[in-house]
Structures are given as C-alpha cells and as structure tokens.
C-alpha cells in the first residue's frame, strides 16, 4: 500500500461527501414534484408524455396500485428487449451483420437489463448490434434506474405521509427523474468521455495499422452514450466484452475517477434526500455514516490483500503487489477501489478481473453483495434495502428499551417487521439454494474453469452477482450455457422484484400511520450508537447468513494459497 494510494481513496470520499447535499436537494425536489430550472425547457416535454399517455400525474397511487404498474412496466420492457435480441439479425442498425441471440441468451439478456443488473453472458462487441445496444440495453439503463429512485421515493413517503392511504405516482416519479435527473447529467457526460477518447459513432469498425505495421480492426460504436448512463445508473453493463477494463470505455486515470464518482453520487444524494423527506437530515447522515464505514472496511481489506501480492508469487521470487488481471494505466489501489465501489453499489462495472484477484481480495467484493448491495447500493435499491435493515435494527434497540420501537415518528409493528425479514430472506434463500443446487447436478459443474474451492466461487459469485442485481463476474464461469442463462435469469427476477413489493408494502403501511413525536424513552437514531447499531446489523443479518458458503470458497481459496496449493 501507498500513500498515493490512500490519496485517491481519501480523495474519492472527501469529493463525495462534498456532493451529497447539492445532489440530495435536487433529488428532494424532484420527490416533491417542485419545479426546477430545466423545467422551463423539459417542462413541455414532461407534460407532453402524461397527455399521450393519458396520465394525471398529480393522482396519488396506493402501494399496491404503484407496485402493479411497476410491474407492468418493466414486464412490457423486457417483452420488447427480448424481441428486439431475437430479431438482431433482420432488423436494422446492424453493420456488422451478427445472428439474433438464441433464446435463452436473449431471455437471460432481457431480464438481466430490466432488472438493473446488467449481467453479460456474452462479448458486447461481437455479440450486439448498434441497434440492440442502443434501443435493447441502453433504454433499459436509464429506465431501471429511474424506476430504483423512484421506488425509493415510494419508501421516503411511507415514513414522511401521516395517516395517508397513497404513496406517490409511479409514472410522474419514473418520469421526472429520467427527464431532469438522469438525462441531463449523462449528456454533459458523454461529452465528457467523447473529449476524453470514448467513441461516440453509428460506424461498426475502424482499420488501423499498428506500430508492427500489421493490420488491425477494432470495434467502435454509439459507446460514450451507453457508458454514462452505465456509470450513473449503477447499470454495469459494458459495450465490451472487457468493460471498463478496455480503454474506449475508460481511457484515462480522470475517466477513472469520474467513473466511479458517478456510481455513487446518487445513492450518497438519496441519502440526504431522506433526511430532508422525514424533516430531519441528521437521519440521512447517520444512514450515510453506517455505509461510509461498510464501505471503507471494505477498500481497506481489498487494497492490503492486493497490495500485498500472491504469496505463491512471492515464493518463487516474484515480489510486488497482485497486477494480474489488472491494468497498468490504474494499477492496483484504483482497481481494488474500483472493484470495493462496483460491488457496493451493484453497478457490476469493472476495470480489473475479479478472478483474478487474491482470496481475500475477491472475498470482499462478493461479500459487499452479499450483504444486500446496501452499502451505498444502487440508485434507490441501495438506501430503501438500507432502511429495511435500520427497520429491524430500530425493532432490535425497541426490545433493549422495553417499548414499541420507533422510527422518524412511525412505529415499528409486527407487520413491519414481518415484511422486511420476507424482503430481506429472499437473497440468502435464492443464493444459496441455487448454489447448492449448481454445485452438484452436472450442468452447474460444467461452468467453472477451475478446480476446488476458487471452483465453487465462481459458481457462487455468479449466484450472488445475479440475485444481488450487481452484474460482475468472477469470469472464470462459462456462463453462456442453456442452464445458467435460465437459472441466473430467474434469480435476477426474484432478486429484484421479490424485494420491492415488500418494501412496498411497508411504504403503504407507515404511510396510513400517525405521527409519534419522540420521547425520552424512544432510542435516538441519529448519534454514534445508533450508527453502530446499524453497521452491526447489517453485518449480523446480511453477513452470518453466508459464512457456509465462504468458508467453502475464498476463505478455502486463501488457505489454499498460504499453502502454495494452485487449483
């Protein structure tokens, strides 16, 4: 490790924290539905969407009709998604000439990018067509994270509403956030990477002549598009097969940062966002502090563990830190941040191999899934998987202090309760029961290229990636197969959508209750106990549940390595 290293690290946080409430106070305004200044040009165009869809978007939705029409919504986009890979080879926009996908890639593919994981079975460049990137995957980018903020919104008004029966209206909600959110950040940003070396074209490829002087073709396209909102809306999906590992995806150092500021600028601003919501913002920085924390250990153990090198390495003479699998223009302290921020936020993007990280390295970023991509998380799904943690964390203290828990003035009753333990169930439940299912029926072993326990780790990080809704891989797994693109697809679905109606009905369920002003016997939830509480919950609830399984892979893998044993 380096000081250069701690620097950036140090230097990516203080930026953030420096962001959070000029971003929440944005975001808080398109939860109230406030005008804006952008209004005075999208303003037209907004009110335009709710006449030809014939929406009133000041009608409030009740949590069951809001998760209804969520629901319908992304089913019909993943129709589409799923027709427009199918009929790749006779559509237009296809230079290249390449096959519609079988169909279960494109099941898997359409499910995957409906559900913001943005899991790849296939190499983006010789796999999709322009047209297919562009109107299957990257409309997708943008709607699924615009449907996490709002569902997130949903969530921030069961706790902010007293005695109201309605949560909000899901398509006013999609719509302002893509229109005054997401699309005018990602214009400046792909301006951004076009100035910074991304291509931006309808042409397939370019010729180009190398310092050999042998000839070579290289693979462009509309990229600088589908990477900004790939970043911004922790979609993770990559143009390449190599992602942002490949350089006209993230050319530079600056791109790199930028890259992975805007992977958690939102979910950092949501959590002001909530603070302000209940009328209290020292509730959002104490949920802000408990991730910050999850997410600091995190880098720490990745960075040392990379750092430090493969002691196999180091035995036969090689000193230095762990470079496989890993790009030189970053080195190590940016890629294992990179990897610590990706698989916090389930974004899923990467610039370094996750396989080919140490044991213990790669242990942390499967275990940020594994606690329920909630530290930071993604757009919307990170802080409203967070609040159904701080639920059962402020029903936990309810129990020290001997009264009926209560959280921002609503008490926490058994319904509650009940619903965020079935939301919070669903990952270790699918996790492990298709790892275990994979890891003895003959289809599930034929994907991993290694042996023992680095084996069973990709099989399990495959698992974890797609019921987390992350999307990265340890791409040691050949995942192309009939029985994974399935498997993985219905675990993506249940990931996703098994989670929000829960939490939807919690939304609904403290909506339609009073307001209970604090007490003095109420446990405070803002100071440094309450943080703890927090972070140990966390921990408790979304970490033992997979000790198994990790003592089964990495923690097997890095003993395994101490020893000098390769599998």
């Not at 006449?51 to 319908?72: C, E, F, S, T, V």
């Amino acid at each position: 490790m380096t000081l250069q290293g701690w620097f950036l690290i140090l230097l990516f946080v203080g930026i953030l924290l420096a962001l959070t409430k000029p971003v929440g106070l944005w975001l808080h305004a398109l939860y109230e539905g406030r005008r804006t200044p952008l209004h005075v040009v999208l303003g037209p165009v907004e009110r335009g969407f709710y006449k030809l869809a014939g929406i009133d978007p000041n009608a409030d939705q009740g949590w069951r009709r809001y998760a209804i029409h969520m629901l319908l919504f992304n089913v019909t986009l993943l129709i589409l998604t799923y027709a427009v890979l199918r009929l790749q080879g006779v559509l237009p926009g296809n230079p290249q000439g390449l096959a519609g996908l079988s169909p279960d890639l494109a099941f898997n593919t359409a499910v995957s990018f409906t559900t913001n994981t943005n899991w790849q079975s296939y190499g983006g460049e010789s796999t999709m067509s322009n047209l297919s990137q562009m109107l299957g995957l990257t409309i997708h980018n943008f709607l699924s994270a615009a449907t996490g903020i709002a569902l997130a919104f949903a969530l921030f008004r069961g706790f902010a509403r007293r005695e109201a029966k309605a949560i909000g209206n899901f398509w006013a909600d999609v719509t302002r956030i893509t229109l005054y959110l997401l699309l005018p950040i990602c214009i400046v940003y792909t301006v951004f990477l076009i100035a910074s070396g991304v291509p931006q074209t309808m042409d397939a490829t370019i010729g180009i002549r190398t310092l050999e002087g042998a000839a070579q073709t290289l693979v462009t396209g509309p990229v600088a598009s589908q990477e900004a909102i790939k970043m911004l809306g922790t979609n993770g999906g990559g143009f390449f097969n190599a992602n942002s590992a490949h350089p006209f995806e993230n050319p530079t150092a600056l791109t790199n940062l930028v890259q992975m500021l805007s992977i958690f600028v939102i979910g950092f601003g949501l959590t002001w966002t909530f603070g302000e919501a209940v009328g209290n913002t020292r509730q959002g920085w104490a949920i802000l502090s408990a991730m910050v924390i999850l997410f600091l250990a995190g880098v720490t153990v990745t960075y040392w563990q990379e750092a430090a090198g493969n002691p196999i390495l180091q035995n036969l003479g090689v000193a230095g830190g762990n470079m496989e699998g890993k790009e030189v223009r970053f080195g190590i302290a940016a890629s294992a941040l990179f990897s610590v921020v990706t698989t916090a936020a389930s974004c899923g993007a990467v610039n370094a191999m996750h396989d080919s990280f140490t044991a213990l390295g790669g242990m942390i970023p499967l275990f940020n899934i594994q606690l329920g991509e909630v530290v930071i998380g993604g757009v919307g799904a990170g802080i409203y998987g967070f609040l159904l943690f701080a639920i059962l964390a402020v029903f936990v203290a309810g129990l020290m202090v001997g009264r009926t828990p209560e959280y921002v003035g609503k008490k926490i009753e058994s319904r509650e309760v009940k619903l965020a333990v079935l939301a919070i169930a669903v990952l270790p439940l699918v996790i492990l029961g298709f790892t275990s299912l994979s890891s003895v029926l003959q289809q599930g072993l034929a994907g991993p290229l290694n042996k023992g326990p680095h084996g069973f780790s990709e099989i399990l990080y495959a698992l974890t990636s797609a019921v987390g809704n992350n999307g990265s891989a340890f791409a040691g797994l050949t995942a192309n197969t009939p029985y994974y693109n399935g498997l993985l697809g219905v675990a993506m679905w249940f990931g996703r959508f098994f989670v929000i109606v829960p939490m939807l009905a919690i939304a609904g369920s403290l909506a339609a209750k009073k307001y209970t002003p604090e007490s003095a016997g109420s446990f405070p939830t803002t100071g440094g106990l309450w943080v703890g509480l927090l972070v140990g919950i966390v921990l408790i609830l979304g970490g033992l549940t997979f000790l198994p399984s990790l003592a089964l892979g990495p923690i097997a893998d890095h003993l395994a390595m101490i020893r000098g044993q390769l599998f």
